[in-house]
């Protein structure tokens, strides 16, 4: 089996396993699994490398600013215990990869 075979395979045993509910204990039992394999892949995927299917995705939320005086040019935004200060003319790219990084540590 290759590698890339490998993890397919346990990219769809961790899927299996988060959508059962179960604990690992129970679900290696029902599914004929070393529960320090899955252990294994469980951390592995916890990692920033090679993740791409387990990463969580950014939700960005809708925002309505409403009475927002003229000289008000810039606003907070809190992530879990972080607060970025974004004035006019920031780096929509720059604040992207911000926000995700913060929301991985946070």
Aim: proline share 6%; aromatic share 10%; glycine share 4%.
């Amino acid at each position: 089996m290759t590698r890339a075979e490998r993890q397919k395979e346990w990219e769809q045993r961790i899927a299996k396993y988060r959508a059962s509910g179960q604990s690992v204990t129970e679900w290696c039992a029902a599914n004929d699994v070393n529960p320090e394999r899955l252990w294994y892949w469980l951390r592995k995927y916890k990692t920033p490398k090679e993740t791409a299917p387990f990463m969580k995705s950014t939700q960005w939320l809708p925002v309505e600013i409403s009475g927002q005086s003229p000289e008000q040019d810039s606003i907070l935004i809190r992530v879990g215990a972080a607060c970025i200060e974004v004035k006019s003319g920031f780096d929509p790219a720059l604040l992207s990869g911000i926000v995700r990084v913060l929301a991985t540590l946070c």
